[in-house]
């Protein structure tokens, strides 16, 4: 196998020309440089083609329709960047595989559910007691605050101010700071977290991650991931097998978060487009659109919206006839 060739040259200058814009490109990287090693695999050292792209994408014919349009997609980007400073580069038509974007339905929890998630988390397996207190503990706060699962994962000590009542978000997606406020409740059970851990754990210092796994060892986003696949189960319907769709992600969370804020501002008589704003800022958006995306239309939405229109609107309706 090759150890370098033109494309493998031509993907590093694109990862670091795209970061030096303030990308961080984490995934995109990733499967550009997988890209790049199936082109040294079959020995290819000459510029980019349409059929190259073609193969590497279809390769594993198990993979979904999405997946591979995904794949043909990110070789289509880096491939605009190639055929700027090399002429024989070809740029590879997207679609081919079909759409790779579009909004999957987002599971919309509900407090019994998360309630029970967290309950389930004390039986998952822990030499120390740790594991099952911080999944639960993490649990929580997501469902409390909203914020991402790799902003929950990245918190260190010093960055979970609880004489304050506030998280510091550092360096977020959009590579922005922002603080963000806790209640009471969350802040006593956060306190009780933290001096469990402080029992069992020595020297712990301001500079380690506040949310911990087995004997202290960084409990990181796929560590979390992979704990809720094995408590999600407990949220199946009784006598079901399967999810009849797609399964719940813990990322559905944050859409929760989201739906549930809009529906006590709802509840309560609030201007939900003005202070849409506010909740764009409050989960790290660079624009309220964003924030739409998180929306979702549940039972609860719905009814709301339909009172205040017919409220609003009701009088001007005539019968159809």
Not at 10 to 16: G, H, K, P, T, V
Not at 116 to 142: K, P, Q, W
Not at 196 to 211: I, Q, V
Request: proline share 3%; hydrophobic share 35%; glycine share 6%.
């Amino acid at each position: 196998m090759l150890t370098d060739n033109k494309i493998t040259r031509q993907i590093e200058s694109y990862i670091e020309y795209k970061q030096s814009l303030g990308y961080q490109l984490r995934i995109e990287s990733q499967e550009l440089r997988r890209f790049a090693k199936y082109t040294r695999e079959i020995d290819h050292i000459d510029s980019l083609t349409t059929d190259l792209a073609m193969q590497w994408a279809s390769l594993d014919s198990s993979l979904s329709r999405w997946y591979m349009a995904r794949r043909l997609e990110t070789v289509h980007t880096f491939a605009v960047y190639a055929a700027s400073i090399d002429p024989q580069a070809q740029v590879p038509q997207t679609g081919v595989f079909g759409k790779c974007h579009g909004r999957v339905t987002p599971y919309i929890y509900t407090e019994e559910e998360i309630l029970r998630l967290m309950n389930e988390s004390l039986n998952l397996f822990t030499t120390d007691g740790i594991r099952c207190l911080t999944v639960s503990t993490a649990l929580g706060l997501l469902w409390a605050t909203g914020i991402r699962v790799s902003e929950l994962t990245n918190l260190k000590v010093l960055d979970v101010n609880l004489k304050e009542r506030y998280l510091f978000i550092r360096n977020t997606k959009f590579y922005k700071d922002r603080l963000v406020p806790l209640h009471q409740t969350v802040v006593e059970q956060l306190e009780k977290y933290d001096s469990k851990l402080r029992g069992k754990l020595s020297g712990r210092s301001e500079d380690d991650f506040f949310f911990v796994t087995t004997n202290g060892r960084r409990f990181n986003t796929r560590a979390f991931e992979y704990a809720f696949q094995q408590l999600r189960s407990c949220l199946m319907p009784d006598g079901g097998n399967n999810w009849n769709g797609r399964p719940p992600r813990l990322y559905d969370i944050r859409h929760s978060f989201a739906c549930r804020t809009i529906l006590k501002w709802l509840e309560g008589g609030e201007d939900v487009n003005q202070k849409l704003y506010s909740l764009s800022v409050y989960m790290g958006h660079v624009k309220p659109a964003d924030t739409y995306w998180y929306l979702t239309s549940t039972p609860e939405l719905l009814s709301l919206a339909c009172g205040k229109f017919e409220l609003l609107y009701g009088k001007e309706l005539q019968p159809y006839e």
